[in-house]
């Protein structure tokens, strides 16, 4: 099939770990490889951030990556975003109906690319399917006032659940939240993100680390709600072993991240900055060695819509301590492949981290379920192909998507 992904602020080429590039790039670029390699015809749509970005880049993976010009080409924060989506997708119908190229279905990733793709979707006769990756009533709860998502976010979203032709869920969690805010469970297909199992996997390459102690690494872009302070307070109550922090800025982490300022300063006060490192971001490719490194992987954040981490982990044959959150409630079984514990908890965590530290047999038993439960429900390829027959879908149906305001 002729596949349009649309993704506005997450390009599957950008470097990862800053404050808005994270999992959505990840999972737009392993999703469109997959498709690229099960024969389909894929072009992802993100918006040009940069002056000297060409129009088309082809993909070292098969696909293209298409540069929208909307807005001005240079990084701009994806909540300031909303302004630039009718220009996003004017330029998608102007391509699409002058050129020799029109998608079969688009997919979109993001409320954002949801505006643009149900418009240009509605202009051109293509269906729209929708994965959220985020949702702005989990937003809202969590972080209250410190939320600074466009006001109209949730009504757009919800909106866009009635109007699309299939909603793409990631996991239970979100099918909750979204039939609470109104969107037709008939409406929706889970399936859930992948991990990929030739660079994730238990042998490989392995970042150096100091003999005699025990490593728990955390992974993620620095920010608040992905639980890094709760880490740190529990390296407190966990003597010994150090904490490796990966995400953030590529370079000048200290100089120009005021979070990882604010890590620094609670590893001091809390006598653990000489055993929590701060590496900064990791390029894609490199990730597998930091994971191989360490005894476990913890993932503690307030909330997450998926979370790719604890699953590239559990690839890689490394056990799991993680917040029974969202996305992670599916992939990691308490129990099994690794530890829940509440969020915002550090004694729970310290408690959790400890008992898997003290036991070897219990961390090489997490680890075989781990690594085996990742290979055999989560591939790309089986996302690719779930994903494949809800395009065939759609497409089939062909019905007419309604208007949002
Ligand atoms: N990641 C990376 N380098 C970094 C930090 C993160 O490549 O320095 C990747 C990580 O391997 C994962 C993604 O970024 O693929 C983060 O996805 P996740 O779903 O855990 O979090 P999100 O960013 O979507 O909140």
Redesign the pocket.
Known sequence: MRIAMISEHASPLA???GED???????VAELSAALAAAGHDVRVYTRRDALDLPVTVRAPDGYDVVHVPAGPAEPVAKDALLPHMREFSRWLVERWRGGDWTPEVIHAHFWMSGLAALTAGRQTGVPVVQTY??LGTVKRRYQGVQDTSPARRISYERELGRSVDRVVAQCRDEVGELVRMGVPRSRMTVVP?GVNLASFAPLGPVADREPGRARILT???L?ER?GFQTVVRAMALVPDAECVV???P?EGLLETDPYARRLRALAESCGVADRVHLV?????E??GRWYRSADLLV?A?WY???????L?AMACGVPVVGTAVG?IRDTVVDGTTGDLVPARDPQALATAIQRLLDDRIRRFRYATAARERARSRYSWAVAAERLAEVYGEVAAVRRPTRVVA
Request: avoid cysteine; proline fraction near 12%; glycine fraction near 22%.
């Open positions: 470097i990862l770990g590039a994270g999992g959505q790039n990840t999972h990756h985020a993100s992974v993620g872009r920010v992905k990966v995400g953030g590529p900064g971001a990791v390029p894609r490199e990730m993932a954040p997450e819509p998926f979370g790719l981490t604890p590239e996305g």
